[in-house]
């Protein structure tokens, strides 16, 4: 009888976050209906008692998770700058946003203790309930973005998707085999540390779904170790081969992020067209370096931007009067660009390439899109 009331409790849940976020678009009333739900829970099925001899130690690692998450993301905030918080602390601000909405962490995280504990040898209801919170988490924050082209749409599905995604996933992950505290301190601090600090790193797009999709990650990775040594797996199963393994994984993941995110002085972007053929090819990656625009020079290959567009051409003529005016040809093409390069356009020297590299990303574009990009 259990097993069914389970499942009706997630249909009623589906249904409030169909009708209060798509139907009738209240929050207020979105989160009544979670609270009222969870007490439903709690009252026909109480809260089992937690006697599992690893919570205080996962619980220290999600907060040691936590801790080196903003030490990294605001470390890099001081070579990127910062961005003021758009949110002002007023008491109304406070009680509607902060306040209610850790109420609502609470009573979600309990809810899916709950589930776990009450379908122990069926993993399927918590997986239901999973799905149905990255369902709720994106259609939150789907409000915030307007898709109508495939760049907003990947950015989308990178900084809010996947991260969502790996919480929840992780929250499961900690709710079924420890405890609900772990995954309250989790949700509660990535989702209102934005609220409560009074600047915001400006790392990008890009640098927070690494670090969003990281945490959870590193989370599992940390507890799923104590769980082994609990069942009592083999504590050295991890041999010095598998351990060196890791290295030149960690110093890949480590190279991409700083090529891609343009950090360091290098940044790697894919080839979209044939222009500059045989220089390079489309599919092809290349490496461009960041110079000062006293430093380059005719005959170079250029990167610059037009129209949000990254473009790789051979740099033909400059001219200097009160600015810099560039003129650039891509190798393949008859005749000069129908544009000019200004200063404020100029990102670097294309220094490297790597063939085939940029087709899975050329791919990705052209699945999002529905065409080839140029």
């Given at each position: 009888m259990k097993k069914y009331e389970i499942y009706i409790i997630e249909i009623l849940l589906f249904i409030s976050i169909i009708m209060f976020n798509i139907v009738y678009k209240s929050v207020l009333f979105q989160n009544l209906?979670?609270?009222?739900i969870s007490i439903y829970a709690i009252v026909r099925f109480g809260i089992m008692k937690d006697n599992n001899y690893l919570k205080n130690m996962t619980t220290k690692i999600v907060l040691s998770s936590i801790l080196l998450y903003f030490i990294t993301i605001y470390a890099l905030g001081l070579i990127m700058g910062f961005n003021k918080s758009p949110f002002s602390l007023n008491i109304n601000y406070i009680f509607n946003i902060i306040v209610l909405e850790s109420i609502v962490i609470v009573f979600e995280e309990i809810l899916r203790y709950i589930i776990a504990r009450n379908t122990q040898h069926r993993k399927l209801p918590l997986i239901i309930y999973t799905i149905i919170l990255i369902i709720l988490n994106v259609i939150i924050e789907i409000n915030g973005y307007s898709l109508n082209n495939g760049e907003v749409i990947f950015i989308f599905i990178t900084t809010i998707i996947i991260p969502t995604i790996s919480i929840q996933a992780v929250c499961s992950y900690l709710t079924y085999k420890v405890s609900y505290k772990p995954s309250i301190i989790l949700n509660i601090s990535i989702s209102l540390y934005q609220y409560l600090l009074p600047i915001i790193p400006n790392i990008g797009n890009y640098l927070y779904a690494v670090a969003n999709t990281a945490l959870p990650y590193i989370i599992y990775f940390s507890t799923s170790r104590l769980n082994q040594y609990k069942d009592k797996i083999n504590m050295y199963k991890n041999t010095l081969l598998r351990k060196l393994l890791y290295v030149p994984i960690i110093i890949i993941i480590v190279i991409l992020v700083l090529l891609v995110s343009g950090i360091s002085n290098d940044t790697i972007i894919a080839v979209g067209s044939g222009s500059m053929s045989p220089t390079y090819d489309r599919g092809d990656a290349v490496i461009y370096q960041k110079t000062k625009i006293d430093d380059i020079k005719i005959g170079e290959i250029l990167a610059f931007k037009k129209s949000n567009k990254v473009i790789t051409h051979r740099i033909v003529n400059i001219?200097?009067?009160?600015?810099?005016?560039?003129?650039?040809?891509?190798?393949?093409?008859?005749?000069?660009?129908?544009w000019t390069v200004n200063e404020q356009e100029v990102l670097g020297i294309v220094k490297y390439r790597i063939k085939y590299l940029g087709y899975p990303?050329?791919?990705?574009?052209?699945?999002?899109?529905?065409?080839?990009?140029?």
């Open positions: 209906s979670i609270i009222i001219e200097k009067n009160n600015k810099y005016i560039i003129y650039t040809k891509g190798d393949a093409n008859k005749n000069i660009d129908s990303t050329l791919w990705f574009n052209e699945i999002i899109n529905g065409k080839e990009k140029e």
